[in-house]
């Protein structure tokens, strides 16, 4: 088993390629490194991989070298044509459980930041993409042992029941606080449980909010089964952009991650609005991993 990590060699991605040798070595797996290169920097006839030395191939050694931690099996690899197809493609090829990239702030334009090779990644892979914005909380889960704050944001469908079982699922390679976190229109979800009530329209009612966490712990249960990490559940009103408020919860609770599911080509539907602005890749000023309904967990073998 694989995790894939793209780097550019920028100090972020290095940090990325950090957080992700950390998770290979927790979860037991080989760690595949990928540098990818404009395809008209290359010869047409050298095919997907460079095969020879020079710079990308030496930087790539050398980052490899650097990250060489506990008999950490790491392959190093050169490719050309576009990031985001590049990394989907060999992920495909390789059959990696994840694809870990970094992110160099917030709407910064760049090949390997939101709007670009992140963005397209994230929906186009069909296995998680991990995007990285600090390698700090990752060292301090996997190698001191402290919780990695998650927040996973729910809504109906199989594409959150995905992502809140991929993210149950870190508890095996380290400790996690996890919380569920379910945004929902008041009004709507006041009329389909049928409560009744002044301003019903557009406030959560309190049986509304009763009902909806009982909701909440169901899933929980059947998704994480019974587990010793005490799981936190928050039903959020919201108006408007919902992954502006899955946004700024996962920042009042001092998340370390948010885990958002998503539908394999389709997008987040609410979740994913298809711009760097709107998303929650864009607004996260903390690290971001995307889940598709199609893949298995990270620790999965």
């Known amino acids: 088993m694989t995790v894939l990590c ?13 957080v992700a040798g950390l998770i290979a070595r927790a979860s037991g797996q080989d760690l595949h490194l990928v540098h990818v290169l404009p395809a008209e920097s290359l010869p047409p006839d050298t095919g997907s991989r460079t095969g020879q030395s020079g710079f990308p191939v030496d930087r790539l050694a050398w980052e490899a070298e650097t990250l060489q931690v506990a008999g950490l099996p790491i392959v190093t690899d050169v490719m050309r044509g576009r990031p985001d197809e ?7 090829e ?3 459980t994840l694809i870990v990239i970094g992110a160099v702030g917030h709407r910064t334009i760049d090949r390997w930041v939101l709007g670009s090779c992140a963005d397209a990644t994230a929906r ?5 993409v991990l995007v990285v914005r600090a390698a700090e909380p990752f060292v301090e889960w996997l190698v001191k042992e402290q919780p990695l704050k998650v927040v996973v944001g729910v809504e109906a469908g199989p594409s959150s029941d995905r992502g809140l079982a991929w993210a149950g699922a870190l508890r095996r390679i380290g400790p996690i606080d996890l919380v569920l976190a379910r ?5 709507e979800e006041n009329r ?3 409560i009744a009530g002044p301003g019903m329209g557009i406030a959560l009612l309190p049986e509304t909010e009763a009902r909806l966490l009982e909701e909440l712990r169901a899933r929980q249960r059947l998704l994480l089964g019974d587990s010793d990490v005490a799981v936190g559940l928050k039903v959020i009103p919201a108006l408007g952009r919902l992954d ?8 009042e609770l001092g998340a370390d991650l948010i885990v958002v599911g998503s539908r394999h080509r389709e997008g987040f539907r609410r979740w994913w609005h298809g711009s760097v602005s709107g998303g929650v890749l864009g607004a996260a000023p903390m690290s971001v991993a995307v889940v598709p309904v199609v893949e298995s967990g990270p620790t999965d073998s």
């Open 6 to 18: 793209g780097t550019d060699f920028s100090h972020l991605a290095t940090e990325a390629a950090r």
């Open 86 to 92: 590049a990394l989907v493609k060999r992920a495909g």
């Open 94 to 96: 390789l059959g990696a």
């Open 124 to 128: 186009e892979a069909s296995v998680p």
């Open 183 to 187: 945004l929902v229109v008041p009004g």
């Open 192 to 194: 389909r449980l049928g």
């Open 244 to 251: 502006r408020h899955l946004v700024t919860a996962a920042e």
